[in-house]
């Protein structure tokens, strides 16, 4: 029985069985399947091959020969890189809470397989980094109303110019800022100066309605003096003339007929004392 054993394992362990096998192990560890939206880096006894695999069944030589390094090259990846538990110093001395997170996708999969290793780690510093620098530049009240957009753009363009100068073979899609706000330990005296430069505008503002109501007002009484002003002057200076006529007249009336311009002059001052009213005791 042992003997018809050995005979049995010795027609199974035939040369060209093994060369199959040999042949099949190969085939599988040679055999690489790269998904949609990846990339292979080939590397062939340690160093990367300039061609990449695209999508779908290569046959390559198994490791240690040549490895293949599958990248997701479509994906979009996201690094948060601030929260609101760290406050931030602005433009104005001012301070401020941020919560911002950077999109990127790999543009090169060989530089990105062999660049840095800890790549999210560095852009998040990187982000951080643009972050602080961005924020010493502008004020806290441009951040909380409309600088969100220009600050997102600022940090994208300063981490894309340095990820391009490292050639760590990533494109930064946007950077997002979800949100900006003032740190829990000053927002009290944050909203007090709110409330006091509300209450400043409510006080500008009533003034200037006054102003506006009180302006037409004393303008027209101003036009109204004036043009009375100038009619009484207009009038004195007609009574004035009409007096110097008068004496004008008895003036000459007086050097022709001395008499008789007395007596006249002496009736009328008679006739004038005599139409005023007698007072009744």
Not at 99 to 122: C, M
Request: hydrophobic share 45%; with cysteine.
């Amino acid at each position: 029985q042992q003997s018809h054993l050995n005979q049995r394992l010795h027609s199974q362990l035939k040369p060209s069985h093994w060369v199959a096998a040999l042949v099949l192990c190969f085939a599988a560890g040679g055999l690489h399947t790269i998904p949609s939206g990846h990339e292979g880096v080939v590397e062939t006894m340690g160093e990367a091959q300039e061609n990449r695999l695209t999508a779908g069944l290569h046959l390559r030589f198994p490791p240690p020969i040549e490895t293949v390094h599958i990248i997701d090259v479509a994906g979009i990846r996201q690094v948060d890189f601030s929260n609101s538990q760290k406050p931030l110093l602005c433009g104005d001395q001012s301070m401020v809470t941020a919560e911002a997170s950077l999109h990127y996708k790999v543009l090169d999969a060989t530089h990105f397989t062999y660049g840095i290793a800890q790549i999210e780690a560095f852009l998040s510093a990187e982000a951080q980094t643009a972050l602080v620098r961005a924020l010493r530049q502008t004020p806290q009240e441009t951040l909380l109303t409309t600088g969100k957009p220009a600050l997102a753009a600022q940090i994208q363009q300063d981490v894309q110019e340095t990820a391009k100068a490292l050639e760590l073979g990533v494109q930064v899609q946007a950077v997002h800022i979800q949100g900006i706000g003032v740190p829990l330990s000053v927002q009290d005296a944050f909203l007090d100066v709110i409330s006091a430069s509300e209450e400043q505008a409510a006080i500008i503002n009533k003034a200037e309605a006054y102003a506006a109501a009180a302006l037409p007002v004393a303008l027209g009484e101003a036009s109204a003096t004036h043009h009375r002003s100038e009619a009484r002057a207009l009038q004195i200076l007609r009574h004035s003339e009409a007096q110097s006529t008068l004496f004008q007249a008895y003036l000459e009336g007086g050097q022709k007929a001395p008499t008789l311009t007395r007596d006249r002059l002496s009736m009328e001052h008679l006739a004038h004392h005599l139409r005023k009213p007698v007072i009744k005791a």
